[in-house]
């Protein structure tokens, strides 16, 4: 297809002071052929009327708002559930993307015939100011790479679900998006990795990923539970991990 549908999979749970600058990045694509499928977790803050608001002049956006809170898992699977279109891809309700992000994207996998690409970031603080050095991502990632250590970003993940078909999210608390990735990576050889930042990922202080020391029990669950793997793969996964989550955000 020429100008194919790009389904968008947005989770909300009390962004009403940055969802509006998603939106933006959103509508200012240069390929504007896409649907913004926003999933308010049951925020309690004022993020359901912004996205109404949004809404009321922006038809590409689908709103579903959930009744209570569920989790991100379930949140964005809701989205995956009710996308329409030939690419899937995510982006969080305080990240940003770069006008040529999903055009790049779909560039990227008609050049390179791979089904799966993802994208390097800028890291900013809260402000959207550059304190940290860009997160640039490795060329190519395979399942094994991904258990050692999660490259792969919710806001610049882009899925072939044409070809690939589409996948949802185990509904685990955390590491759900990483789950997602291996699902897919079971089933091809790796996924593509472009060297250039296409978006801003904006680190908040109080951010569970940058807490390694919380999230190494849902880790560990995560390689025993979901992936199934013995204790011996377990403790070898998790000390690349421990390894490799200390140098990303070292600086």
């Not at 050889?189 to 990922?201: L, N, Q, R, S, T």
């Not at 680190?203 to 204790?231: A, D, P, T």
Request: glycine share 4%; with cysteine; net charge positive.
């Amino acid at each position: 297809m020429a100008n194919p549908l790009v389904s968008i999979i947005t989770p909300t749970f009390n962004s009403a002071k940055y969802i509006e600058a998603t939106v933006v990045s959103v509508q200012q694509q240069t390929h504007n052929n896409w649907e913004l499928l926003i999933v308010d977790d049951g925020s309690s803050d004022e993020t359901v009327a912004v996205v109404k608001t949004l809404c009321q002049n922006e038809p590409r956006i689908k709103f579903f708002p959930l009744p209570e809170n569920v989790g991100p898992a379930k949140a964005r699977n809701v989205g995956i559930e009710n996308a329409t279109g030939a690419y899937m891809t995510f982006l969080d309700a305080d990240d940003l993307w770069f006008p040529d992000f999903i055009e790049n994207s779909i560039r990227t996998i008609k050049e390179t015939g791979i089904g799966f690409v993802f994208s390097s970031y800028k890291r900013s603080n809260e402000n959207l100011e550059f304190v940290y050095s860009d997160f640039i991502v490795p060329e190519k990632v395979t399942y094994t790479d991904i258990l050692k250590t999660n490259s792969i970003s919710c806001l610049t993940a882009f899925v072939n679900i044409e070809a690939l078909g589409k996948k949802f999210m185990p509904e685990i608390r955390k590491r759900q998006d990483m789950g997602l990735w291996l699902r897919y990576l079971k089933e091809i050889p790796f996924a593509y990795g472009i060297k250039e930042p296409k978006a801003v990922y904006r680190m908040r202080e109080n951010s569970l990923s940058r807490n390694k020391k919380n999230l190494i029990k849902y880790q560990w669950q995560f390689y025993r539970e979901v992936e199934k793997l013995n204790v011996f793969q377990s403790v070898y996964y998790m000390l690349h991990w421990m390894y490799r989550g200390f140098m990303k955000y070292r600086n």
